[in-house]
């Protein structure tokens, strides 16, 4: 797992307390009508003993399905030959950008595919300079930083949940 901060101390400080429980883990919540809320962890706030409060967001994005690329066939390359000078530079461009696609898809059947979840680096700043947190299942999750302030500086013992569609939880 890799972090960045706003700063460079802020992700050297969250990975010089990776094995400290965090003191409020922040959870998605979302849900629909008779459906569970979801549970996915999205962040946490940790708080240092000399009074340093950072937020981390985790950036796992949702998977996504659309149509599947088409292949470069023998139509394609007719089709392109006969509207560019540099066909054989196009087609190579085609190609690779067609296996670079290849790393980020798997196929989803029924002509569809869908793109690989990307884990970006886990952002690390304070709880007010982050607005928004990354559920693997529903994207970003905007969340109240003032009431999610307010929940860690009232809170002295670690995990709490905030629910980040609902709030104090």
């Not at 003993?49 to 399905?65: I, K, N, Q, T, W």
Request: aromatic letters at 6%.
């Amino acid at each position: 797992m890799t972090y960045v901060g706003r700063t460079p101390w802020m992700a050297q400080w969250w990975l010089d307390r990776l094995d400290t429980p965090p003191l409020v883990v922040i959870r998605c919540g979302r849900h629909a009508v008779g459906e569970p809320k979801c549970l996915n962890a999205i962040g946490e706030v940790k708080r240092s003993d000399d009074g340093c409060v950072l937020a981390m967001s985790v950036e796992v994005h949702p998977e996504s399905e659309a149509p599947k690329p088409p292949a470069v066939d023998d139509r394609l390359r007719a089709h392109l030959a006969a509207s560019h000078d540099d066909i054989d530079q196009l087609i190579a461009d085609v190609e690779e950008l067609i296996d670079h696609n290849a790393k980020l898809l798997r196929a989803s059947g029924g002509g569809r595919v869908i793109q690989k979840r990307a884990a970006w680096p886990n952002l690390v700043a304070p709880i007010k300079h982050l607005s928004y947190y990354v559920c693997r299942e529903h994207g970003e999750i905007g969340v109240d930083v003032e009431a999610l302030a307010a929940f860690a500086a009232d809170t002295h013992r670690p995990k709490r949940t905030y629910w980040a569609n609902r709030g104090v939880g």
